[in-house]
């Protein structure tokens, strides 16, 4: 018999092994220690929706769970979406006329002219964000040309050498990262070309298992936070 705590408001629920999915009991909650119907005592396991092997099981059978509901996958998106509503409520004037450029997320301790999978990912982020608040965003990646190859056709490219040289670029979009226990801290701000004015800023947390989420090329992790030695 295993007992599991869903997490969130979906009530407490306990499987036995022998049961059949309609013999499945609710545990009533309230405040103070929780009491089955039967007024048994709650055993001393409990392991998150996530975890529980009881609640894997149950679902993979077809057992429908009293009250359960699959919580969101919270997404490294939905943390620019928040950044990007702060970033237009500070600017003065929500413009359609200067066109935008978005740039590469980069450690604030680090080479500012080394990216990784999260600042490039918070990049292509603040591009739809911006996109969908109607701002002029200017994708600078793009070449004059489609390249089809056997693998794909690609319209997209790193090499300065195969883009051009000048875009109508007013005001840039990018910021700063730093780690942090348990999570990253992203700066993000919109800056004037011309006199480096920040027209805007706005700052988040992502915590360290929305990055850990990111998946690279070759999935290796993301950030391998240390903990501190004494």
Known sequence: MAIAVISGCAP???LDSDAQPSTVNQVELGQGSGRMKNEQPLAHLYI?????????NARMSGMKLPGYK??????????VQSLMHDLAANLEILSTTFSVGVTSFVYLDGDYQQGDLLGNQLSEAFMHEATQFGMAVTDFKTTDYIRVTPTGDFTFSRDFLELTQQYPISVVLGGTLVRHQGGVIVNARMVNVMD?????????FIPQNVVHALKGTHSAPLLQLKASQP
């Open 12 to 14: 407490l629920i306990q």
């Open 48 to 56: 998150s929706d996530y975890d529980s092997a009881a609640v894997q």
């Open 196 to 204: 480096k004015k920040v027209l805007a800023s706005a700052q988040a």
């Open 70 to 79: 699959p919580e969101p996958v919270v997404t490294v998106n939905h943390y």
